[in-house]
């Protein structure tokens, strides 16, 4: 079907003599957004208050949109609307760049810096048409620990404050119609049991109307196809179909829908909801995770179109019942108001980076239980604004070894977009404390052995970097490392790394200075990249989708280092289970750490020998996906003694936020 | 300092000769948007989603704001500037006009419908500049009964689905601030109970510089102030000064401060929370109220910048110390932080009426554990905006005996306006009800009691109209009573009204027929309306703020024709506590039933010989009020087995909302 249509595109298109070539938006030319560089380095809140920020009508005019393909919300940010895509449909797509990194120490090695500044280098200084296309961070967290996700010094999307907190509440759609499905659970389970009579049940689900004549709801419909029901209405219904549609008779023991929430809250992390009076007894242990951990934003992420969103969350499995049926949010009827609280969520965000190149902010689901990517419609949109003599550069979550695997087998599976190049961000730092060098920590200042010269250190961890780029060529892309350098790094360490990058295979390695210095600090990476994207690529993934659950788990293991998987009883189980259910044909999504090749954080470096252990596996089928546990993932933040929200306040003469960063 | 402010704002104006008469903004003429009438009546959706719409930014043009005080969320909603104040100081207000309604049937009585009427009826038939001024309804309840709440049939706020869904994120960043402090409540006692030595708390607060230095967090600086400790770094801090600073010692018995969602979720009105082996049996019973419950919200819609916002959040109250210290939002270093969240929030939401006029919808607390009206500030900024030939409507929550005495003895203490004009909403049915007709629920046909014409039961129910009358010209205001019609209403049942209310002191009394018709069915109350608001007015609180406790609450209990107060020991106690507490100078806010004058909803149209048992009593030091509670208030409702979300989805072909009402 998707070779007719292409058929039936070009018979169209040959109909037009004129339409060969599609027409080009009449966009005005790009006017990057000039930085003052400032020593020493302020702080990043410092640097995104002091920046010009363009009108963004004008970066959404610079980018070829359409006055009516954007929905402002006041003057620094917008959404798109998708009929860009439809516009644009025979337009042909830029260079898709994927920014992932070696295996980082616990402060990050600065990959979404890396990111903007790549983007800031393409559209500031080598005249390139570029978007970038990032994540959306959790709210919570940055009450929480310090630490922002739109960059860092001169590499940043601004506003910064905006990007940091509400936006323009994509998460809260998420949270409210998630906890609606919460609650719709939880209210039919009580409903259910608290009317045993099945006639009973009938009246309150189909009341009659005035002229005595009973209807059913769209949720009943859809649910009777799935079962085989042809009942006209309800009056037809025999005994045991009023059974089968009106109770869902859901096993409690078997819900796998939190509750969710933006805020890092432990004590939310295991509850007993229900015990009101009012409620009966009807008790049960649950929990919240934090809002992004929901398949929702799984969702969101992965979805192609509104009525691919809409079958998605028509499809997400909560449970099962008593009898073994996996019961899904059509079956409960709220997949249709989910889809209404998200149908501005879907449209991407647009800002804009420190030069005032665009940005996509959209989606921003966990990296291990869930694919930890931004979304397929952000990129889809911004390859085909940059047009074939532009690049898009977009950037997976975590180390190579978990979010560039998921970025290619499983978001890439479902956009059918392959990227032309990757970018491995590497430092001085992480090298060295793979190769033995002391813990780093959060807040407590470095060893003297990251900040002085030791290439003994850093030689011995190489290796992490040499076997990620060798992952990285595995898919047939061409492979660039970007050297994010501190002050600190000498000239013989940086060369180190680029000499045994290149020898790895490698299409260049490059010093970049972009935390500092914007886009003129990573004009050198920006140079390797388009160079890198021109070069031949024969893309493969990394496991056939049809292969057996255990093959793709041990494919994706093998990929890692591993000798090999050990599965507890749970995921064995739930293996046999999924594959009699049919959840075959589906990607796998690792919730590993990503602080190790391995399941163990504290297993630095290029580890061998060591196995993976699988101790349960979940479905994800609204997103689209099976996720192996390896390992215990925390999926609710907590705060600590001194919380960084003691700094947050309101400057109320400037109006400015305070303390964010 | 009000007057000084006065005299000074006095002699800069004599400075600018030109300046005694403010310039008047140049805004284009209105143009009203034409109605096309159906019939029958459609639904509201129908209604709503058939409108023409004008671009937002055309209604603000029209209404007189300049371009740099609108934020748009999209062409159909903006936010407005709080700049507008500022630049308007010296303009004259408007007329102040509160919708209020007869003691209601479970149905309402038309309130919102009548307020946007009355509001199309002056601006696109009477022309006159007018605003309207609205709550903005919570989302949860969308789901779970039908009903929406931006008015009805041809009298509406559009577009509807905005209305009653995300609007602008206002609530939703309610729901993160209010849960962002409950996490903080509890995060707070998880750190004190596991750190028991004061030097190492210290420590975890107030962490080591690179320098060896300490600072303090803004927060300690507050509490320090409270206090009274005067140390100038955490090292000069004396031990017993350590522990008053850093330990809250909050009594988890006195916790006021559950947590909230905008979502029907029965089965979280009494939970258990900290049941994760990582909280180390730290357990504890709390609830969750659905947002629009929460004191952030009250104070959005009492505050009048962003200077008392930020104060108002500091002082909210959350619970007391183990030594009966109350502690704040400050004491927890939080509020600052809320009020980042809340920044945008404050902003008040422009949309339109079906006619094309103007409206605020913004705020929308409570009618009984809070004071359920819209914020202040949107009233003000419409008052100015409208000017002294103008007219601002806007609505009080609940019937008079609720909502308009809040918004007299509340609103208008805090915002130190006062209304022109009273519009009692009044319907057949509602005054057949009180006067002894059958029981009205909802969903279920009328009896025919209440379609059919029955003189006899209406003049039995008129002492409730009448009694509301007398109430509202005991404030000094003139009254207008609107009888929104039905299709059944005979002309001799409207006259038996009509009669009745002009015998009662109103001004006049208007037979409207505007969810039919629009404004041209509101034509002869807005005459009416201006007729009033140009009568002379003698304004008067019910009471004086500085009287003690019980005398307000009685003062109240009088006017609803109560024969007295009775207390339980709780309250006794309370009103104790507070009286040492020094909460005294606040207004009492009732929490009460809306469906009688009395405690008992059972207690129809004008009851005498009954007393008012105030069963607790509560503050809310941040909004400004005390709140007796008469009888228990649900503050989270259910879903029911038959929820409204199942009809609820998204045409995919048109993208448009259906089945939302």
Same mark, same amino acid.
């Given at each position: 079907?998707?070779?007719?249509?292409?058929?039936?595109?070009?018979?169209?298109?040959?109909?037009?003599?004129?339409?060969?070539?599609?027409?080009?938006?009449?966009?005005?030319?790009?006017?990057?957004?000039?930085?003052?560089?400032?020593?020493?380095?302020?702080?990043?809140?410092?640097?995104?208050?002091?920046?010009?920020?363009?009108?963004?009508?004008?970066?959404?005019?610079?980018?070829?949109?359409?006055?009516? %393909?954007?929905?402002?919300?006041?003057? +620094?940010?917008?959404?798109?609307?998708?009929?860009?895509?439809?516009?644009?449909?025979?337009?042909?797509?830029?260079?898709?760049?994927?920014?992932?990194?070696?295996?980082?120490?616990?402060?990050?090695?600065?990959?979404?810096?890396?990111?903007?500044?790549?983007?800031?280098?393409?559209?500031?200084?080598?005249?390139?048409?570029?978007?970038?296309?990032?994540?959306?961070?959790?709210?919570?967290?940055?009450?929480?620990?310090?630490?922002?996700?739109?960059?860092?010094?001169?590499?940043?999307?601004?506003?910064?404050?905006?990007?940091?907190?509400?936006?323009?509440?994509? $998460?809260?759609?998420?949270?409210?119609?998630?906890?609606?499905?919460?609650?719709?659970? +939880?209210?039919?389970?009580?409903?259910?049991?608290?009317?045993?009579?099945?006639?009973?049940?009938?009246?309150?689900?189909?009341?009659?109307?005035?002229?005595?004549?009973?209807?059913?709801? %769209?949720?009943?419909?859809?649910?009777?196809?799935?079962?085989?029901?042809?009942?006209?209405?309800?009056?037809?219904?025999?005994?045991? %179909?009023?059974?089968?549609?009106?109770?869902?008779?859901?096993?409690?023991?078997?819900?796998?829908?939190?509750?969710?929430?933006? $805020?890092?809250?432990?004590?939310?992390?295991?509850?007993?909801?229900?015990?009101?009076?009012?409620?009966?007894?009807?008790?049960?242990?649950?929990?919240?995770? !934090?809002?992004?951990?929901?398949?929702?934003?799984?969702?969101?992420?992965?979805?192609?179109?509104?009525?691919?969103?809409?079958?998605?969350?028509?499809?997400?499995?909560?449970?099962?019942?008593?009898?073994?049926?996996?019961?899904?949010?059509?079956?409960?009827?709220?997949?249709?108001?989910?889809?209404?609280?998200?149908?501005?969520?879907?449209?991407?965000?647009?800002?804009?980076?420190?030069?005032?190149?665009?940005?996509?902010?959209?989606?921003?689901?966990?990296?291990?239980?869930?694919?930890?990517? /931004?979304?397929?419609?952000?990129?889809?949109?911004?390859?085909?604004?940059?047009?074939?003599? =532009?690049?898009?550069?977009?950037?997976?979550?975590?180390?190579?070894?978990? =979010?560039?695997?998921?970025?290619?087998?499983?978001?890439?599976?479902?956009?059918?977009?392959?990227?032309?190049?990757?970018?491995?961000?590497?430092?001085?730092?992480?090298?060295?404390?793979?190769?033995?060098?002391?813990?780093?920590?959060?807040?407590?200042?470095?060893?003297?052995?990251?900040?002085?010269?030791?290439?003994?250190?850093?030689?011995?961890?190489?290796?992490?970097?040499?076997?990620?780029?060798?992952?990285?060529?595995?898919?047939?892309?061409?492979?660039?490392?970007?050297?994010?350098?501190?002050?600190?790094?000498?000239?013989?360490?940086?060369?180190?790394?680029?000499?045994?990058?290149?020898?790895?295979?490698?299409? +260049?390695?490059?010093?970049?200075?972009?935390?500092?210095?914007?886009?003129?600090?990573?004009?050198?990476?920006?140079?390797?990249? !388009?160079?890198?994207?021109?070069?031949?690529?024969?893309?493969?993934?990394?496991?056939?989708?049809?292969?057996?659950?255990?093959?793709? !788990? %041990?494919? $994706?293991?093998?990929?890692?280092?591993?000798?090999?998987?050990?599965?507890?009883?749970?995921?064995?189980?739930?293996?046999?289970?999924?594959?009699?259910?049919?959840?075959?044909?589906?990607?796998?999504?690792?919730?590993?750490?990503?602080?190790?090749? /391995?399941?163990?954080?504290?297993?630095?470096?290029?580890?061998?020998?060591?196995?993976?252990?699988?101790?349960?596996?979940?479905?994800? !089928?609204?997103?689209?996906?099976?996720?192996?546990?390896?390992?215990?993932?925390?999926?609710?933040?907590?705060? /600590?003694?001194?919380?960084?929200?003691?700094?947050?306040?309101? +400057?109320?003469?400037?109006?400015?936020?305070?303390?964010?960063?």
């Amino acid at each position: 079907m998707a070779s007719a249509q292409k058929k039936l595109a070009v018979r169209k298109a040959a109909r037009r003599p004129a339409a060969k070539k599609p027409a080009k938006p009449a966009a005005p030319a790009f006017q990057p957004t000039k930085l003052k560089l400032v020593r020493p380095v302020p702080s990043d809140i410092d640097i995104a208050q002091a920046a010009k920020l363009k009108p963004i009508a004008l970066v959404a005019e610079e980018a070829g949109l359409k006055p009516n %393909e954007l929905v402002s919300y006041g003057t +620094d940010k917008a959404k798109v609307r998708l009929t860009v895509l439809k516009r644009l449909a025979r337009a042909k797509n830029g260079k898709y760049v994927d920014v992932t990194a070696i295996t980082p120490t616990p402060l990050g090695e600065g990959k979404t810096t890396t990111t903007v500044g790549l983007s800031q280098a393409l559209g500031a200084h080598l005249g390139k048409k570029v978007f970038t296309c990032i994540r959306q961070p959790s709210m919570g967290p940055t009450f929480g620990i310090k630490g922002g996700a739109a960059g860092g010094g001169y590499s940043q999307v601004i506003p910064m404050e905006e990007f940091n907190l509400h936006l323009t509440g994509d $998460i809260h759609a998420i949270t409210a119609s998630h906890n609606l499905m919460a609650a719709a659970i +939880d209210a039919r389970m009580f409903h259910e049991t608290d009317q045993p009579d099945d006639e009973k049940l009938l009246n309150a689900f189909c009341p009659k109307a005035k002229d005595g004549s009973r209807r059913f709801a %769209e949720c009943h419909i859809r649910r009777m196809k799935k079962l085989g029901i042809t009942a006209a209405t309800p009056d037809d219904l025999t005994t045991d %179909e009023k059974r089968k549609l009106f109770r869902l008779d859901i096993d409690p023991a078997t819900i796998q829908w939190n509750r969710v929430v933006d $805020i890092n809250d432990r004590m939310l992390r295991q509850i007993t909801v229900g015990q009101g009076p009012e409620e009966k007894g009807r008790t049960r242990t649950t929990g919240y995770d !934090i809002t992004v951990a929901s398949e929702i934003m799984a969702i969101l992420a992965l979805t192609t179109s509104l009525e691919d969103m809409r079958e998605r969350f028509g499809r997400m499995v909560f449970a099962t019942s008593k009898s073994g049926e996996p019961l899904t949010a059509d079956d409960l009827g709220v997949a249709g108001a989910i889809t209404v609280l998200m149908k501005d969520a879907i449209m991407p965000n647009l800002m804009q980076t420190l030069e005032g190149t665009p940005a996509f902010v959209h989606a921003g689901p966990f990296a291990n239980i869930a694919h930890g990517q /931004s979304s397929i419609l952000a990129d889809q949109i911004a390859l085909k604004l940059v047009g074939p003599d =532009g690049y898009v550069i977009t950037e997976s979550g975590f180390g190579a070894d978990i =979010g560039m695997e998921k970025f290619m087998d499983i978001k890439c599976r479902y956009s059918g977009l392959t990227p032309d190049c990757v970018v491995l961000v590497a430092t001085v730092r992480a090298l060295k404390m793979h190769g033995g060098g002391p813990k780093v920590t959060p807040g407590k200042p470095l060893d003297k052995a990251y900040t002085d010269e030791n290439l003994d250190l850093l030689q011995a961890g190489l290796p992490n970097l040499l076997r990620h780029i060798q992952n990285a060529r595995g898919y047939g892309v061409p492979v660039v490392v970007a050297v994010n350098s501190f002050s600190t790094d000498t000239e013989a360490e940086i060369n180190l790394i680029r000499e045994a990058a290149l020898a790895a295979g490698a299409e +260049d390695a490059v010093k970049c200075s972009h935390w500092a210095d914007g886009g003129k600090g990573t004009k050198a990476l920006g140079e390797a990249v !388009i160079k890198a994207t021109h070069k031949p690529k024969d893309f493969k993934f990394l496991y056939p989708l049809d292969a057996p659950i255990k093959d793709k !788990i %041990e494919a $994706i293991a093998k990929f890692y280092g591993a000798d090999g998987v050990d599965y507890e009883p749970e995921a064995e189980a739930k293996i046999e289970r999924f594959t009699q259910a049919g959840y075959t044909n589906l990607p796998i999504c690792m919730a590993k750490t990503h602080l190790s090749f /391995s399941a163990d954080p504290n297993l630095k470096n290029a580890p061998t020998g060591f196995r993976i252990p699988i101790r349960d596996i979940r479905a994800s !089928i609204g997103s689209g996906f099976l996720y192996p546990l390896v390992g215990s993932m925390r999926t609710m933040p907590g705060l /600590s003694t001194r919380p960084s929200f003691f700094d947050v306040d309101l +400057d109320l003469v400037s109006g400015k936020v305070k303390g964010l960063f």
